[in-house]
């Protein structure tokens, strides 16, 4: 595994608004949350790593959270909707993680793994056992949500907005609105998750251990 700059440190709060603000204004001078995610997939159109390191096990991650047909491997929506708003939300938190994060997803690849931690879940750690999991559709919903939220919860109302208008031209639908925050949340939380490792690996796990005490829910 890589080593970390000395310099490194884990965003919280005040970083990621930073990162939605510089975001913010990349999507503004494209004309907007779908031009700028056009221009991203034309760029990368034919890079053959950025589909297999990062959209593939997005789109694996986002799966988990539709319905399926019972005994098949079928979705019941055809259209994937929470699936796909989802990781146009996870696209928009890959491009925070890779201004933010040394190596990212050249020796490390967050995006294959989506860990679910009961000491990061506050009051829904009791109904997420009880569903047994991420081995459940039920189980994977709450444990997602949750790591997001551990996430999300950072942003300043004003980030959240800045999210939220994003998704407008994004998703017509605004029932799936909400997944797109949530999948810009689970791209960061994935981030977080390994690089917190690295610094644990590194001997610096005492500034892993404060982050412990950052609020969870808004």
Known sequence: MPKLPESFTIPTGSD??????????DITEEGGANFYLGAVRYERRNHQSFYMKTLRPMAKIALGMEAMQVDKKITIDPEHKIANAAVSGMLFGN???????????QKLQPYHNLFVYTNLMGEQKDA??????IATLKGRRIGYR????????QLSDASLL???????SLIPNPDYRPYFL???????????????????????EDEVKLLDDLEQDR
Not at 95 to 105: G, H, I, K, L
Not at 146 to 153: E, K, P, R, T
């Open 16 to 25: 990621y608004d930073n990162l939605v603000d510089a975001l913010h204004t």
């Open 182 to 204: 949530q999948g810009v949340g689970m791209s960061l939380f994935a981030a977080w998750d390994v690089y917190t490792d690295l610094m644990v690996e590194d001997g610096r």
């Open 95 to 105: 491009a925070m993680n890779e201004v933010t994060y040394p190596s990212f997803n």
């Open 128 to 133: 997420y056992i009880a569903h047994n999991k």
């Open 162 to 168: 800045k999210v939220d208008s994003w998704s407008e």
């Open 146 to 153: 949750a790591m997001s939220n551990f996430i999300v919860g």
